[in-house]
């Protein structure tokens, strides 16, 4: 038998870092003298980066997961609701919009209700009531229902710098997770290649039997140490800059949007996220499109008097990922393992999903690691594809005529695997057997959304005889007026509900 695996060493303190940490540490806790002990080391001269505000669904179940209470997340995190995506500006750049909600259309699993729709564009509006609940800003759930539940599927808004924090005091706190504030200088490799020790600056060296890479950009173990190349996607997804700023809200009062809205440019998009106390807003753009002061510029455009005085933090990166995610004894998660633009705030959901994956495959002994890379690759591998295809989804059926967009439409930049897609959606849309994989990230309905929020028409009637079910079809429709009606009635507001929620909590 190998060695055994009793030491786990996380380096970076960052969303992924302390992520990670949290979700290893929750799921191996023990109070036995041989439970595994997890040690995070991160700089305190090299900063995090700073950005990354929403989230995916999944988050919901990790904070569970990891015994922190929501209201201490929202409390700590200034955080609000998130249930979906709105996209303005993305088809014809008049102002059109669409919704890329997180409840699931109504039926969902029975019947497709595309076939049977008014208009397609409409889709999300006759098979879901949360787009009318975001309209009106309303929160997910009323008072009188428990936390992590909802009448509508949600995620959260957080405050990046935040929420890290206040995984790093639970960790610390609850969790038995070791901390080091110190600055990693290098590896030392055993004659097998794997990571036998990290040299600190000022505590010198460290051994563990598993190393997790969440160092960022630099990718100083995986990708410097190790060696593994970054593959480059940007020949798919052309961003390259942000530029961020934190905008104050004009007063104590001001509504709290309830959803990303994602606003495209001639270039590039903004996003804009309401957290309680502030909106994160930024613009995502290509350096080889659009210059940074006319970035800057459509930024300021957009804010209008909300941005005066304020500044704006470039941002660079490169989109991409490793061509392998977990080598030897090291594994990497977050930055270092790869980014693409966040447009559907995939890079937390990914930080969950490979500590999860770490955290339950994590092998007793050295001897098993090497399955377990493999298998972890093999998946990682899977959903980076699926990332990429999902997201330049929402760039190729643009019918935006600006170089940019048109580049985006240009076929020769659209993967294989996407447009096999769009060719099998062409005649039927896509159905939910195309994402029955058990690693599957987003679900069908995601792409119903967005392919028929952006006006892609299948040609039902090549098979008309398949939709045979309009009465049901319309009795699920009229249903969702019903929902629809009512949740907008009975929902408060967004703001107000997150205050007294609160506020409650704190009189228990
Ligand atoms: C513009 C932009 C917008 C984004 N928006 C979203 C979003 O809305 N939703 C989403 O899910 N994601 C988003 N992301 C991604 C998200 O920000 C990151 O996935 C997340 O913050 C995790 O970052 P990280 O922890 O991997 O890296 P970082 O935050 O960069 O942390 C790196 C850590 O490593 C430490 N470190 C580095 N080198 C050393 C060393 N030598 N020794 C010790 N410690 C070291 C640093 O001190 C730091 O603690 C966005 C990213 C960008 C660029």
Same mark, same amino acid.
């Given at each position: 038998?190998?060695?055994?695996?009793?030491?786990?060493?996380?380096?970076?303190?960052?969303?992924?870092?302390?992520?990670?940490?949290?979700?290893?540490?929750?799921?191996?806790?023990?109070?036995?003298?041989?439970?595994?002990?997890? &040690? /995070?080391?991160?700089?305190?001269?090299?900063?995090?980066?700073? @950005?990354?505000?929403? &989230?995916?669904? %999944?988050?919901? !179940? &990790?904070?569970?997961?990891?015994?922190?209470?929501?209201?201490? /997340?929202?409390?700590?995190?200034?955080?609000?609701?998130?249930?979906?995506?709105?996209?303005?500006?993305?088809?014809? #750049?008049?102002?059109?919009?669409?919704?890329?909600?997180? %409840?699931?259309?109504?039926?969902?699993?029975?019947?497709?209700?595309?076939?049977? @729709?008014?208009?397609?564009? !409409?889709?999300? $509006?006759?098979? !879901?009531?949360?787009?009318?609940?975001?309209?009106? #800003?309303?929160?997910?759930? %009323? *008072?009188?229902?428990?936390?992590?539940?909802?009448?509508?599927?949600?995620?959260?808004?957080?405050?990046?710098?935040?929420? #890290?924090?206040?995984?790093?005091?639970?960790?610390?706190?609850?969790?038995?997770?070791?901390?080091?504030?110190? &600055?990693?200088?290098?590896?030392?490799?055993?004659?097998?290649? !794997?990571?036998?020790?990290? %040299?600190?600056?000022?505590?010198?060296?460290?051994?563990?039997? *598993?190393? @997790?890479?969440?160092?960022?950009?630099?990718?100083?173990? *995986?990708?410097?140490?190790?060696? $593994?190349?970054?593959?480059?996607?940007?020949?798919?997804?052309?961003?390259?800059?942000?530029?961020?700023?934190?905008?104050?809200?004009?007063?104590?009062?001001?509504?709290?949007?309830?959803?990303?809205?994602?606003?495209?440019?001639?270039?590039?998009?903004?996003?804009?996220?309401?957290?309680?106390?502030?909106?994160?807003?930024?613009?995502?753009?290509?350096?080889?499109?659009?210059?940074?002061?006319e970035a800057e510029q459509n930024l300021r455009n957009y804010l209008g008097p909300a941005a005066e005085g304020l500044d704006a933090r470039q941002i660079r990166f490169g989109s991409g990922h490793r061509a392998e995610f977990w080598k030897k004894n090291c594994v990497a998660v977050g930055l270092s393992a790869g980014f693409v633009e966040p447009l559907e705030a995939t890079a937390i959901m990914l930080v969950e999903i490979s500590a999860r994956h770490i955290a339950e495959n994590l092998p007793p002994t050295q001897d098993v690691m090497p399955i377990t890379a493999k298998r972890f690759n093999q998946q990682m591998h899977y959903r980076w594809r699926r990332i990429i295809d999902f997201l330049k989804l929402h760039y190729t059926l643009t019918k935006r005529s600006e170089p940019y967009w048109q580049a985006h439409v240009d076929e020769n930049t659209v993967p294989e695997s996407l447009k096999e897609d769009l060719a099998m959606w062409s005649g039927r849309g896509p159905i939910r057997s195309d994402f029955d994989s058990a690693i599957e990230l987003f679900p069908a309905a995601s792409y119903q959304y967005v392919i028929y929020g952006m006006g892609f028409k299948p040609d039902f009637s090549l098979q008309s005889y398949l939709y045979s079910e309009r009465d049901q079809a319309q009795r699920i429709i009229q249903r969702n007026q019903q929902l629809t009606q009512q949740m907008t009635q009975s929902l408060p507001p967004h703001r107000q509900y997150i205050e007294q929620w609160l506020a409650s909590s704190h009189q228990v």
């Open positions: 038998m190998g060695k055994s695996i009793k030491k786990v060493m996380i380096v970076g303190g960052g969303t992924a870092g302390w992520l990670t940490a949290a979700i290893i540490a929750a799921h191996h806790k023990s109070d036995k003298p041989d439970r595994l002990q997890v &040690t /995070l080391v991160e700089s305190s001269d090299i900063p995090t980066i700073g @950005v990354g505000e929403g &989230t995916w669904p %999944t988050l919901k !179940n &990790t904070v569970q997961q990891i015994g922190i209470k929501e209201h201490d /997340l929202f409390e700590h995190c200034h955080a609000g609701f998130k249930q979906g995506g709105k996209f303005i500006d993305w088809v014809h #750049g008049n102002g059109d919009f669409y919704y890329h909600p997180f %409840t699931v259309p109504l039926g969902y699993g029975r019947l497709d209700l595309a076939p049977y @729709v008014s208009e397609i564009e !409409n889709y999300a $509006v006759e098979s !879901n009531f949360q787009q009318h609940v975001c309209e009106a #800003g309303l929160a997910p759930r %009323t *008072l009188s229902e428990s936390e992590f539940t909802g009448q509508c599927n949600y995620a959260y808004h957080l405050d990046a710098g935040a929420f #890290g924090d206040l995984l790093k005091q639970f960790c610390k706190k609850e969790l038995g997770v070791e901390h080091i504030v110190d &600055t990693v200088e290098g590896a030392t490799l055993s004659s097998d290649g !794997n990571i036998e020790s990290v %040299t600190l600056n000022e505590r010198g060296e460290i051994a563990a039997d *598993l190393f @997790v890479d969440c160092t960022g950009f630099a990718s100083l173990l *995986l990708g410097k140490e190790l060696c $593994v190349p970054f593959v480059e996607k940007d020949d798919v997804l052309f961003n390259d800059r942000a530029l961020a700023m934190q905008v104050p809200y004009e007063s104590s009062d001001s509504p709290v949007a309830c959803h990303t809205i994602a606003t495209a440019q001639n270039v590039g998009w903004i996003w804009d996220i309401g957290l309680t106390h502030r909106r994160g807003v930024g613009h995502v753009y290509s350096s080889d499109f659009l210059k940074d002061d």
